[in-house]
């Protein structure tokens, strides 16, 4: 008898919990989750094209700036270490290299003058800027997803629902540190 008491208030919990449960926030935190990986997924397609474009642009350097092989070293194992990320973690640290790696190629591009009028340069050199910027907008909007869940992950009371269901806060795409020095500029 007293078992049936508990069956049926057990079944009338889990019917009352199952009903309140898109009142308590699980459908928003399904959709932002999704809405995060959706946001993710663009910054990984604008990884792949700039890392569909570096082996050119390399390639390009290569034949300008033989004595330049550190560089270019460089900039190949950043390109693999991004397309060889496992996490979200590890490939917003391996484009943070590679952007760093570009960098270095960009200045030494500048020490070869018949390098920077080559017109394959150029057009390699207009795509990656336009990647960059494609780039730089997915991972804007990454964020501002990423933002609008973590919100939800930590507000009261969706933040019971998040624990009980393993929603947890989603990591930010933050710049490299070298990125936040003030770049010096020579006369």
Avoid: H
């Avoid at 060889?84 to 391996?94: F, H, L, N, R």
């Avoid at 018949?114 to 340069?121: A, M, R, V």
Wanted: aromatic share 6%; hydrophobic share 40%; glycine share 4%.
């Amino acid at each position: 008898m007293m078992n049936r008491r508990r069956l049926l208030a057990l079944a009338a919990a889990t019917l009352a919990s199952m009903l309140t449960l898109p009142g308590c926030g699980y459908n928003t935190l399904v959709k932002q989750n999704e809405a995060v990986d959706a946001a993710w997924s663009e910054v990984q397609n604008q990884l792949q094209r700039r890392n569909d474009l570096i082996p050119n642009l390399v390639n390009t350097v290569k034949g300008f700036a033989q004595q330049e092989k550190d560089v270019l070293i460089k900039v190949t194992e950043a390109r693999s270490r991004v397309a060889g990320a496992g996490t979200p973690q590890e490939a917003m640290q391996a484009s943070n290299e590679l952007s760093g790696a570009l960098s270095r190629l960009l200045v030494v591009v500048e020490q070869y003058p018949q390098l920077k009028s080559d017109q394959n340069f150029l057009r390699l050199q207009d795509e990656l800027a336009g990647t960059e910027n494609r780039l730089s907008v997915a991972r804007m909007r990454y964020n501002e997803q990423v933002q609008g869940y973590n919100a939800q992950v930590k507000s009261f009371p969706t933040n019971l629902m998040a624990k009980m269901f393993g929603f947890d806060a989603r990591p930010y795409f933050e710049a490299p540190e070298s990125a936040r020095a003030v770049p010096e500029v020579k006369f």
